[in-house]
């Protein structure tokens, strides 16, 4: 992990400079094209996969940043139903249409510290790779409890007595080949076959977020041909959960004509950006 760590902090700055070139030149075209130009759906395609290049660094990132992790007070149930109506999750449910979702969630669940974008991360990898063993019809449940623990140990490890948040999701896929179960959160294993998408990082991820949220990590029900269920143990914490803040209008947002100073090393990127400054209202210039 530690080489891993190396490489990605080494790369990285300069992969996301390429990135964000490839995505925001793509948008700026679009915004000057008329909704049936042939070359629309190219410059569309070339930005999704930026996006995906740009999804597989971000996971190398939170595998190898440990502990890098901004906490808040969180209702685990409110990052779920976020989640649930995500563009990430919507594209995810298009290319399943005979997948379903059912959520149980306590109506009286305590809260936890954690990262919305860390905990966001976790459950759409946990959400994919229970949406892709179901191969064709059938349910993913998502539910949250509160628990108290004492004396029991998990499928990986022992877990400390106290109180816990529960995070639950069970599918009625094809189940984990027992000899896989083992391996399954280390980086860059996969099941896929070839044809499949996937970098082998979604559930070493997970385990990472898991953990660096004080979390136990987990306990697995599987059985071949019959599903599995991940349960997933947060320390619940008693702190009061903040005041929510006043959305800002998105015309609050918006410049009025004023000239706004890019300073960026790299040349096509302080161009994007000033470029993409017009539609706010605001006159860019880079140096």
């Known amino acids: 992990m530690e080489t891993i760590g190396l490489l990605a902090g080494g790369v990285a700055h300069d992969l996301n400079n390429i990135l964000s070139e490839a995505v925001t030149y793509p948008e700026l075209a679009m915004l000057d094209l008329p909704e049936d130009s042939p070359i629309k ?46 563009v990430a999750y919507q594209s995810l449910s298009e290319a399943h249409p005979r997948v379903s979702v059912i959520t ?33 019809q059938g349910l993913v449940t998502l539910s949250t409890r509160n628990e108290s623990i004492e004396g029991r140990e998990l ?12 995070f639950t999701i069970e599918d009625e896929g094809d189940g984990i080949e027992p000899d896989d179960l083992d391996r399954l959160f280390e ?6 076959v070839l044809g499949q ?32 269920r991940f349960e997933i143990y947060l320390p619940r914490t008693l702190q009061q959960l903040p005041e929510p803040e006043r959305p ?15 300073v960026d090393d790299m040349p096509a990127e302080g161009s994007s950006s000033a470029e993409g400054s017009d539609p706010q ?7």
């Open 197 to 228: 998408s996937g970098t082998g990082l979604g559930m070493a991820v997970v385990w990472g977020v898991v953990k660096d949220h004080g979390g136990v990590m987990i306990d697995i029900l599987s059985q071949k041909g019959d599903g599995t």
């Open 155 to 166: 499928f990986y490890s022992e877990i400390a007595d106290g109180d816990y948040v529960v």
């Open 248 to 262: 800002v209008p998105f015309t609050e947002l918006m410049g009025d004509g004023e000239e706004i100073l890019i």
């Open 41 to 86: 759906r190219p410059l569309e395609l070339t930005r999704q996969a930026g996006l995906r290049a740009a999804a597989v660094i971000e996971d190398l990132l939170t595998l190898t940043r440990r502990g890098v992790v901004a906490r808040e007070v969180l209702d685990l149930n409110e990052v779920i139903k976020g989640e649930l109506r995500s």
């Open 104 to 136: 149980e969630l306590s109506p009286d669940l305590d809260r936890i510290e954690g990262s919305p974008a860390h905990l966001s991360k976790f459950l759409m990898n946990l959400l994919s790779n229970a949406f892709e063993a179901v191969s064709d």
């Open 281 to 287: 209202g605001g006159v860019g210039g880079w140096h």
């Open 187 to 192: 980086p860059f294993f996969t099941t896929k």
